[in-house]
């Protein structure tokens, strides 16, 4: 389940999500099922399940198979790059790299230019 807080900061989204399991969970019908965050996105495109990527926050985003890269810096609230594409696997191998490249530096720059707008 993916859950857009529209909270501009990590402390008002992680609230929120705390907020909205606790109140699913009083609910009779829901009390039985079980809801964890697993990862807190600032930023993410996505197509579907197998296909998304985005600026997650280190402290929810697990080792998986997707791809992670930093942005530098050493807070525990800096956002890296996660992503992964089942559709590169489809394209021919000497552009899978850089079909990669490109939607690194698109997420990037999209993010970037949303902390911008925030300030």
Known sequence: MIINTNKT????SNAYVRFLVGTIRKQPLFAWVA??????????????????GGCAFEEHAPAGDGTATTGGGSSAAQPLVLMHW??????PPRLEALFQSIIHELITLVH???GEERT
Do not use: C, E, G, S
Request: net charge positive.
């Open 35 to 52: 809801m964890k965050p697993v990862r807190v996105w600032d930023y993410l495109l996505w197509l579907d399940r197998a296909n998304f």
């Open 112 to 114: 970037a230019r949303i």
């Open 86 to 91: 089942n559709i590169q696997r489809f394209l």
């Open 9 to 12: 900061t990590l402390a008002h």
